[in-house]
DNA sequence: CCCATATTTTTTACGAGTAAAACACCTGCT
DNA sequence: AGCAGGTGTTTTACTCGTAAAAAATATGGG
């Protein structure tokens, strides 16, 4: 979890409210170890949530360790890959308002990502004419050579990092995760309290 | 995630390998807007693992930023609650090598998470008598009853935070999430040149 | 016109994790 | 016994992200 985050951490489940049963048996990972013992501990505790949430955290954790490989043999690490990705696909100039917003980080870790991928001649920024705070980033030929040289790589990767589960699980996972991130997108603000 | 990841990341694939459809209708997350993104730039790319991996690291970042709420109410973080979680679940002492593995962190970050739970009164620690290089961690009775004092807000908030999907999505959700993580966890030290 | 306030970005101070080296100690071989 | 090499833990040096303050500029009301 990105770093930080754990299947030790809080998350097992009973399998009551364990409704459909999908594909494959019940492979038995480390969160379903996890659980097991809290409910041994614990067995008057509702375990339900924890089957959900700890396996994305650890499948978040094992997934960016491999994602990382194709990234680093070309000397970027995740975050600046996102950012340089953002100005990619968007196909136009941002500002590091817009590139922070876009790769959901802090305006002041843009900042120090702009400073180092421009050293390395991978982005390029200019001032706004108009509005004199405001400054917008541009990759360069370089910068966008090397997105797409890495993109094809960090494909094919995560391809084979999937290759465990065969094309209508993969589209099923993709469903239920899109409407578990619809809703934590939509709703999670107001529950942040 | 973690820490450090982002739905900018490069994820975001084609409804094409999308198989069986699951409930509810496509709601339209972020990562299925930055999929259509980089679709319209490299057309002729399979985006198809973005679909799963970006939304996984995304949900993995959204769901921590709300479960540590609970957990920040009591002063703790997550690693910290993790390696206390895993003190007692297991039900007895742990060397510090073992809080590692168990919590998936460097030993020399669980050095310092216990020197600073230490001088919080939550641990104890005793030395081996037969080898002396090994340690022995334990809760206090003041680290028991926090970790079952914060147990259950934090099940509850992470009910909460889940209650977009209903019963037979969470277990099915759950089950492919096994099903990977199984895998991941199986195969990915090998496939980590 | 000038001031109060808001906005965009950068700077500062600091906390937390990591990798690699250092320590301290064991174990087995000779 | 003595030492080579291995294991468990901590320390060191460094990187990276963050929150909060600062800097620079815009905007609207009096």
Redesign the interface.
């Given at each position: 979890?990105?770093?930080?985050?754990?299947?030790?951490?809080?998350?097992g489940?009973a399998?009551a409210?364990?409704?459909?049963?999908?594909?494959?048996r019940?492979?038995?990972?480390?969160?379903?170890a996890?659980v097991r013992?809290?409910r041994?501990?614990?067995p008057g505790?509702?375990?339900?949530?924890?089957?959900?949430?700890g396996?994305?955290?650890?499948?978040?954790?094992?997934?960016?360790?491999?994602?990382d490989?194709p990234l680093r043999r070309e000397g970027l690490?995740?975050?600046e890959?996102?950012?340089l990705?953002?100005l990619?696909?968007?196909?136009h100039e941002l500002t590091p308002g817009e590139l922070a917003r876009?790769?959901?980080?802090s305006g002041a870790a843009v900042t120090k990502r702009l400073k180092q991928l421009g050293e390395r001649g991978l982005v390029e920024r200019r001032g706004d004419t108009r509005d004199r705070r405001v400054a917008h980033v541009r990759l360069t030929d370089a910068g966008r050579d090397l997105v797409?040289g890495v993109?094809?790589a960090?494909?094919a990767y995560?391809?084979?990092?999937?290759s465990?589960?065969d094309?209508?699980?993969?589209?099923?996972?993709?469903?239920?995760?899109?409407?578990?991130?619809?809703?934590?997108?939509g709703?999670?603000g107001a529950?942040?309290a």
């Open positions: 979890m990105t770093a930080t985050e754990g299947p030790g951490a809080a998350d489940g399998p409210t364990t409704g459909g049963d999908a594909p494959g019940s492979r038995d990972d480390t969160v379903a996890v013992q809290w041994a501990v614990h505790l509702d375990t339900g949530p924890m089957e959900v949430i396996r994305i955290n650890r499948c978040a954790a094992l997934l960016q360790q491999a994602e490989a690490t995740r975050p890959f996102d950012l990705g953002a990619r696909r968007t196909g876009e790769t959901f980080s797409d993109l094809p960090q494909l995560e391809t084979a990092v999937l465990g589960l094309g209508p699980e993969r589209g099923e996972l993709a469903a239920l995760l899109s409407e578990l991130l619809g809703r934590l997108e709703r999670l529950l942040r």
